[in-house]
Each structure stands twice: as structure tokens, then as C-alpha cells.
């Protein structure tokens, strides 16, 4: 089996990590965020009865 020169094993490293941050930032794109329902309700303050 022939032996890789170093300049092959460059090539590879950076094919796959091309491949890499590709399949990451595709990852991160693919998913589509979810709709958050905010529910506008007032706010009403707590009472508190101090019984001293």
C-alpha cells in the first residue's frame, strides 16, 4: 500500500472539514424556530396582609 504525502493528508483534512461546517451550518438552518404565544395578561401585584 503506497504511503499518503503529507500534502494528500492536507487536502482530506480540509475536505472534511469543509464537510463538517457545512452539515453544522446547515444544521442550524434546517430547524425553524417556534412560535412562542405570549399571552398579554396584567400584572397584578401581590397583596400581602402583614399581621403583626
Known sequence: M???APLMWLNLFGFFSLV???FL???YFI????KMET???PH???KLNWKW
Request: proline residues 16%.
Open 2 to 4: 503506497p504511503q499518503m
Open 20 to 22: 463538517f461546517t457545512l
Open 25 to 27: 451550518i446547515s444544521n
Open 31 to 34: 430547524k425553524s424556530p417556534a
Open 39 to 41: 399571552q398579554l395578561k
Open 44 to 46: 397584578l401585584p401581590n
